[in-house]
């Protein structure tokens, strides 16, 4: 078999066989095939497509690639979440301890965030001692005394997808339904979960820009999933403006709290009990997603998923007293509010902005290599559809540094004001089972 007849079939428009996605994966794994062939192969991707089967067959292949997480030994149906990222996107912090309080194992492999804010990770760092440092044997036992835990991700996870993705971003074959679909499938297959929520995020802080994009690559991915035997449902959710209130690592683990009280921002409460039905469903701790739904809200109204929560934050070291007394999570040293020039309703906002503007304040990363401010970052005052008066704060900055008139623009920039009346944006788009 030669790599150059594989490329010359996909150039074509002629599928792979399930052998050939394999001597690919295997070679360019193991350094065998030269990136140069690899790359003229991801274009032809990018340009034919894959079908159903071949997908499947890339995702196994770059599963197989590395370790596999077996989580035989945690008693229950594993269900995992994922999201194609966003800004203010706080749902892991509560939808774990949320849908392990109802008797559903949460085994979460989380990694650090590249982009506007940190990754779960980072943000649970914000709690004094908190780590993710511990055995496989710790791990499984945690998930199975107290139905939750979070571990660093495995080094050697699908090494086939790092050197594809670190290789796709430098050929400008990013971009692609079957290489993102096989991309994040593969993970969370390796990761070991029965089955998987995917939260697919659409609109101007997203990744898949208009719903039609997120839609073919929520089929693509629930698809793939159900095809190797992966229970797998996916919600497209809307980012044209940032998920809840906060963005910013502290900050999001206060708003993550305040959900788990019952006093969380409308959109951030919705999206959890929305994703946390169809997992307790999937895990068939209830015969219907209303009967799952019930659940969760009983679980915040009475206060047992604010325990577990503690729970959680205490098992793995941190100080659960941050519960109870937020103000003991990183403080920024000082706070701006950026007031509104006229009044009006907000008619739009560009999330992405709004990502960046936290970014450049130091709440996530430019580079791997960039440390985290814990606790800077924005909090917003209005929402699309708001009114607002003259002079009134539309957000307030949390800072490390006295000047962030560069901030201040940006955000200005990020937030639209209309003189008519507008209408709040629709949070959930589409349920995709298919």
């Not at 890339?58 to 990222?85: F, P, Y």
């Not at 073919?216 to 959710?237: F, Q």
């Not at 999937?282 to 009967?291: Q, R």
Request: glycine share 10%; with cysteine.
């Amino acid at each position: 078999m030669r790599m150059v007849d594989i490329i010359e079939k996909k150039r074509d428009g002629i599928e792979l066989s399930t052998e050939e996605i394999q001597f690919f994966i295997d070679g360019y794994t193991k350094g065998d095939i030269p990136d140069y062939q690899v790359s003229a192969l991801m274009m032809a991707v990018y340009f034919q497509g894959m079908n159903e089967r071949e997908r499947s067959d890339l995702t196994m292949a770059m599963v197989h690639s590395g370790d596999v997480i077996d989580l035989s030994k945690i008693e229950g149906i594993k269900v995992d979440k994922h999201s194609t990222g966003g800004v203010g996107d706080t749902t892991t912090l509560v939808l774990g301890p949320l849908v392990a309080s109802v008797g559903v194992p949460v085994a979460k492999m989380s990694g650090r965030g590249l982009g506007h804010t940190g990754g779960t990770i980072d943000k649970l760092e914000s709690i004094e001692g908190f780590h993710v440092e511990i055995s496989n044997d710790d791990f499984i036992r945690l998930v199975n005394e107290n139905k939750m835990a979070v571990v660093g991700q495995s080094g050697n996870l699908t090494p086939a997808d790092k050197k594809l993705y670190a290789l796709r971003d430098v050929t400008a074959t990013v971009q692609s339904i079957p290489l993102i679909a096989s991309s994040i499938m593969s993970k969370k297959i390796a990761a070991g979960a029965d089955c998987i929520v995917l939260d697919v995020k659409t609109g101007s802080g997203a990744f898949m820009k208009t719903i039609e994009e997120a839609r073919a690559l929520a089929e693509a991915m629930v698809r793939i999933g159900n095809r190797v035997g992966r229970n797998t449902i996916a919600i497209i959710s809307d980012m044209n403006q940032p998920l809840g209130y906060a963005i910013g690592n502290a900050l999001e683990v206060k708003e993550a709290i305040d959900t788990l009280k019952g006093e969380g921002p409308e959109d951030l409460t919705e999206l959890c009990l929305s994703l946390g039905s169809q997992m307790v469903y999937l895990a068939k701790k209830a015969s219907t997603i209303e009967d799952a739904r019930d659940m969760l809200k009983e679980s915040i109204q009475s206060g047992r998923a604010l325990e577990k929560f503690k729970t959680f934050l205490a098992s793995q070291g941190g100080d659960a007293t941050v519960v109870d007394q937020p103000e003991k999570l990183p403080q920024a040293k000082f706070q701006f509010d950026l007031p509104a020039t006229e009044e009006g309703w907000i008619a739009g906002m560009d999330a992405e902005k709004i990502g960046i503007s936290a970014m450049l304040l130091g709440a996530g990363r430019a580079t791997k290599e960039s440390s985290i401010d814990l606790s800077v970052g924005i909090v917003l005052r209005k929402k699309i559809g708001d009114r607002v008066a003259k002079g009134e704060s539309l957000l307030t900055i949390y800072a490390n540094r006295e000047e962030v008139d560069d901030v201040k623009h940006l955000l200005y920039e990020s937030i639209i004001l209309s003189k008519e009346k507008t209408e709040q944006v629709k949070l959930i788009h589409d349920i995709i089972t298919v």
